[in-house]
Nanobody, 123 residues
Framework: QVQLVESGGGLVQAGGSLRLSCAASGRTFSSFGIGWFRQTPGKERECVATISRINRRTSYADSVKGRFAISRDNAKNTVYLQLNSLKPEDTAVYYC????????????????WGQGIQVTVSA
């Protein structure tokens, strides 16, 4: 098992940047793939970025490709999501999640979740 805690969210103007962090507990962090998801009220949770366990293969939603970057530091038990060129439509609660499955892109494939952190982008 793994426990996840997000940090680094807040309010930023359109065109600005934020860096989200996901800190993990335990000694098996490198065994998990990590995904970043976001959700707004009344909408389904969507996957925005993923990174694999040890080879650090990444994937991105089309809506954020070229603007967001996911990375991980297994020695620090931390995953990051760099948010650049932010738009008002990026406003959401962002979650990190962990999975033992390969190539997981759906929320139902992830077993462990952080509490979520608010990102608000003003026009």
């Amino acid at each position: 098992q793994v426990q996840l805690v997000e940090s680094g969210g807040g309010l930023v103007q359109a065109g600005g940047s934020l860096r989200l962090s996901c800190a993990a507990s335990g000694r098996t962090f490198s065994s998990f793939g990590i995904g970043w998801f976001r959700q707004t009220p009344g909408k389904e949770r969507e996957c925005v970025a993923t990174i694999s366990r040890i080879n650090r293969r990444t994937s991105y939603a089309d809506s954020v490709k070229g603007r967001f970057a996911i990375s991980r530091d297994n020695a620090k038990n931390t995953v990051y999501l760099q948010l650049n060129s932010l738009k008002p439509e990026d406003t959401a609660v962002y979650y990190c999640a962990a999975t033992l499955r390969l190539d997981a892109l759906n929320a139902g494939e992830y077993d462990y979740w952080g509490q979520g952190i608010q990102v608000t982008v003003s026009a």
